[in-house]
């Protein structure tokens, strides 16, 4: 259950802001939605259907 809530967050585990989309690839079509202050960031990936994490 955590793993799945994990998957979903729109907040930053650490410092517990909203993750900000700056990074949005039109090519791709790939988002990128990050922490203000760089600790956690979250890549949703159209070709994989999910998202992939990093912890920072
Ligand atoms: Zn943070």
């Not at 650490?14 to 700056?22: A, D, F, I, Y």
């Not at 939605?33 to 159209?46: A, G, I, W």
Request: hydrophobic content about 30%; aromatic content about 8%; some cysteine.
């Amino acid at each position: 259950m955590s793993v799945l809530k994990s998957l979903f967050i729109e907040a930053c585990p650490t410092c517990e802001k909203t993750l900000v989309s700056n990074k949005s690839d039109f090519a791709t079509a790939k988002v990128v939605k990050s922490c203000p202050n760089n600790h956690y960031e979250k890549e949703y990936h159209p070709s994989l259907e999910g998202y992939v994490v990093t912890k920072k």
